[in-house]
């Protein structure tokens, strides 16, 4: 059954990971990372360390696919499964600025962390924001899907 698109928000503010489809010169990927959902923009921030395969994937093809799951359980004696998802397809950017960079972690903060203050003076140093990669991906499709017999 497909989702409206009040049911696909609330499944991106539920969870906090989404799994990420990649491909470059026909070799898939796949990586899993935590985000921020920026509703007013319409789009999803995460990081990660500014070298890997991930991010050498990313900018040799810049379009991902994306899926974030709400796993409701195997129906016993069903032989069926329940699940939300809300998958989407999007282009990845890398931000470049210290202010840009700030903006989408104090995002994921307060919207993974019970106590974002206190996270923020910890992990938040000017050397942490020179070094840590933040890739915003701009949503050109999403659609949902569920099973919830």
């Known amino acids: 059954?497909?989702?409206?698109?009040?049911?696909?928000?609330?499944?991106?503010?539920?969870?906090?990971?989404?799994m990420l489809a990649l491909c470059r010169d026909g070799e898939p990927y796949l990586?899993?990372?935590?985000?921020?959902?920026?509703?007013?923009?319409?789009?999803?921030?995460?990081?990660?360390?500014?070298?890997?395969?991930?991010?050498?994937?990313?900018?040799?093809?810049?379009?991902?696919?994306g899926q974030i799951l709400d796993d409701r359980g195997y129906l016993s004696e069903e032989c069926d499964y329940a699940y939300r998802t809300v998958q989407f397809r999007g282009r990845v950017t890398f931000l470049s600025s210290r202010e840009e960079k700030m903006s989408a972690l104090l995002m994921m903060l307060s919207q993974l962390e019970k106590h974002p203050d206190e996270v923020r003076e910890k992990v938040l140093?000017?050397?942490?924001?020179?070094?840590?990669?933040?890739?915003?991906?701009?949503?050109?499709?999403m659609s949902g899907k569920k099973n919830e017999k």
């Open 31 to 65: 990586a899993t990372v935590n985000y921020a959902y920026d509703a007013e923009h319409r789009c999803f921030y995460f990081h990660c360390a500014a070298e890997g395969k991930k991010v050498d994937f990313m900018k040799a093809n810049p379009v991902v696919w």
């Open 125 to 141: 140093t000017e050397s942490k924001l020179e070094t840590v990669a933040v890739g915003k991906i701009r949503i050109e499709e």
């Open 1 to 18: 059954m497909v989702m409206g698109e009040n049911e696909m928000m609330e499944v991106i503010e539920q969870q906090s990971y989404l």
